[in-house]
């Protein structure tokens, strides 16, 4: 591919991001907050396990499972076979693929064929990517059109990534005034407009700006998972920066506490979890704790460096960990989870009181 200089620093850095996520710790120094979560044990289902029922409607598309692979790539030869593998098991899986950041098309577009997946995958439900922080720096509406139709993508993912520029040598500092540029995008886009963070979460007052202003869903994108701090501070190969960067480890909110806390605040707004979800386990807390979605991302970047297949296993692990998690718990359906959290102020400890304060009314 020919590419102009300033794609070609792009290529070079997505390029560096997979190698960093593949090959260095860059763990968050947080617990996601999923272990400390507890789903009730169903003794007696009353079902088969082939009944329970794993498929979720989001944005008008029909999704076998409420799970969505996590934005990752794009950008590079790598990328472009990395993204197909992915592609191709999410659409044999039914869930939904988010692509890595766009902004390496938009600098130099013969760089579009890395995240074409259509080709592959003609149904799979899709999304685009792009950091809000490039509505500052040239970025226009119009662009982001050409970003969604280009890829003939669903919905738009929008990251917030105030750290890990900051965190950047060169980074894109400047988020002045960015909340009227995203009202304006979700007005006039056409398709659905996500906000996303990149493993520090969204805050219950952030989300509050963001759905004001318009975007369709939040994805909390908490601390727990892949630290976008510690992967910055390992590709800037400068000592002082990198330990810089390793003091940020632990910042953010963890995914488990963040989706909570959103699902309280706004009992209506499209929700997803992603940080830190390791396994179909985590997917039916993350759907306890009140998200429409889990998303899952670090873990499918090794397989999808291998082939479709890989994927498919791993993906078909996660799917079906989350089914026998359903079963357990009593739930035939992803919608019926957060009448399964077990603890304090939990149906099951109402239940278990309530019979207390009769028995000893009776006595
Ligand atoms: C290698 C890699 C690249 C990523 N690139 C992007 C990106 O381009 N845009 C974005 O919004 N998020 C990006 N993310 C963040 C994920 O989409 C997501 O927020 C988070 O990493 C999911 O958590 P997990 O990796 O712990 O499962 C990337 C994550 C990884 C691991």
Redesign the pocket.
Known sequence: MDTTPSARATEARKSR??DI?LEDDVASHLDAGFSGVRLHHEALPECALEDIDLSARVFGHDLRAPILI????GGTERARAINHNLAIAAERAGVIL?L??QRAALEDPSLLVTYRVRDVAPKVVLFA?LGAVQFNYGVTIDDARHVVESIAADAL?L?LNPLQEALQTDGDTNFRSLLPRIAALCRTLGVPVVA?S??SGISVRTAARLLDAGVAAIDV?GAG??SWARVEGRRSGDPRREALAETFAGWGYPTAEATRALRLAYPEAILVA????RSGIDVAKALALGANLA?????F?APATQSAQAVSEALGSVVEGFRIALFASGCRQPHELPGALYGRGSSETRIAESRTSTSNTST
């Open positions: 991001h997979l996520a996590s934005s990752m790539t988010a890595g950041s990517n993912y990251h996303k990149v493993g994108a998972g892949t992603s940080g830190g979800v998303g899952i991302g670090l873990p970047l």
